[in-house]
């Protein structure tokens, strides 16, 4: 299995949104080659679950890959790493 991970500079930004909504238009491509698509952002998990809305609404896509905050993800490496000590 093979990931793509891909991350913008904020939600709601024009550019990000076409290019996931894009992203969106082509899961099927991606699933057939085995890839899993994870987006990163540095809003919050509650404000991606809106920009989903506008991304799906203005490109007239279903996004269904997750949109991750960065610093989630950066926990969640770190401990698979071992770079982190849970408390």
Request: with cysteine.
């Amino acid at each position: 299995m093979q990931a793509i991970l891909f991350s913008h500079p904020g939600d709601f930004t024009p550019v990000c949104t076409t290019e996931l909504g894009e992203v969106a238009r082509r899961a099927a491509d991606f699933e057939q080659r085995g890839v899993k698509v994870i987006g990163l952002s540095v809003d919050s998990n509650e404000q991606h679950g809106e920009w989903i809305k506008d991304i799906n609404s203005y490109g007239s896509t279903n996004v269904q890959f997750p949109i991750v905050r960065l610093s989630d993800m950066l926990v969640i490496f770190g401990k698979f790493k071992g770079f982190f000590l849970d408390r």
